[in-house]
C-alpha cells in the first residue's frame, strides 16, 4: 500500500545549529501537511502545501513541496529548546491521510 | 478554536476487559478519526466515520469497533483487550467536503491506554 516515509527517526542538536526532516511518498500527493506534537501532548496542525513546488516559510520554519508532489522537507533554522518535539507531515492522496512515522528532534542548550 | 474532548487520558484495564475510549468534538465537523501512536510507527489509523452511523475501517482495524450515533461523538471499543493494544489513543476531526477535503485535522489530547 501507500507508504509516507520520514527521516531521519531521531535528530539531537545543539541549540543554534539546523534541522531538516525529509518526507517521501511512494505515490503523488494532492497536498501534504506537517504536524507538530511536543513531549506529552497531541499533534497540532502547521501547514498545508498544495502547490507542487510550493515553498512556505513560519518565521525559522521553511515547507517545501517537491516538484512531483511526492516530496517535502521541514527546515528550521537556528533551532531553539522550545523546537522540540516530533515532525510528523501527512499526505494526502484524495483517498486517505497517510501519517509518516514523525522525527523526533531533541535540542540540548 | 476546535477543541476535541477525549474521555479518559489515563486508563489501566485487563486482560479481556471491554473498553470504551469516548471522543467529543464541537465544530461540527463531519469526519472523525481514531489514530493509535507507538514509538517508532507514528500514527495508524484503525477507524475513521465520515457521518453519523458511517465508519469505515482504517489500516489497523483488527481487535476495534466503532460508533458514532451522533455527529458530536465518536466511540472507540475494544472489545476483549490486550496486552498489545497498550498505546496511546488519538481521536481526531475535520471538516470535509466528502471523505477526504485535504482539510486541517485536529487532535484531542489523547488516552494512554494500558492492558495488564
Known amino acids: 500500500g501507500q507508504q509516507v516515509m520520514q527521516i531521519p527517526q531521531y535528530q539531537h542538536v545543539q541549540e543554534g545549529e539546523d534541522f531538516t526532516t525529509y518526507c517521501n511518498s511512494s505515490?503523488?500527493?494532492?497536498?501534504i501537511q506537517w504536524y507538530k506534537q511536543r513531549p506529552g501532548g497531541h499533534p497540532v496542525f502547521l501547514i498545508q502545501?498544495?502547490?507542487?513546488?510550493e515553498v512556505k516559510k513560519q518565521k525559522r520554519l521553511t515547507f517545501q513541496f517537491g516538484e512531483a508532489k511526492k516530496n517535502s522537507s521541514l527546515h528550521i533554522t537556528a533551532t531553539q529548546t522550545t523546537d522540540v518535539g516530533t515532525y510528523f507531515c501527512?499526505?494526502?492522496?484524495?483517498?486517505?491521510?497517510?501519517f509518516g512515522t514523525g522525527t523526533r528532534l531533541q535540542v540540548f542548550p | 478554536d476546535v477543541k476535541v474532548t477525549q474521555s479518559s487520558r489515563y486508563l489501566v484495564k485487563r486482560t479481556g476487559e471491554k473498553v470504551f475510549l469516548e471522543c467529543v468534538q464541537d465544530?461540527?465537523?463531519?469526519?472523525m478519526f481514531w489514530y493509535r501512536q507507538d514509538p517508532g510507527l507514528g500514527l495508524r489509523l484503525i477507524y475513521f466515520?465520515?457521518?453519523?452511523?458511517?465508519?469505515e475501517k482504517g489500516d489497523i482495524p483488527e481487535g476495534y469497533s466503532v460508533s458514532r450515533e451522533k455527529k458530536e461523538r465518536f466511540s472507540l471499543i475494544l472489545e476483549s483487550a490486550s496486552t498489545n493494544q497498550t498505546s496511546m489513543y488519538l481521536c481526531?476531526?475535520?471538516?470535509?467536503?466528502?471523505?477526504?477535503?485535504?482539510?486541517?485535522?485536529?487532535f484531542g489530547e489523547g488516552s494512554w491506554l494500558t492492558v495488564v
Open positions: 481526531a476531526s475535520s471538516l470535509a467536503e466528502g471523505p477526504w477535503g485535504g482539510n486541517t485535522i485536529y
Open positions: 505515490t503523488t500527493l494532492s497536498n
Open positions: 502545501l498544495v502547490k507542487s513546488g
Open positions: 501527512a499526505g494526502d492522496n484524495t483517498d486517505k491521510l497517510i
Open positions: 465544530m461540527d465537523h463531519e469526519n
Open positions: 466515520s465520515y457521518d453519523v452511523k458511517m465508519k
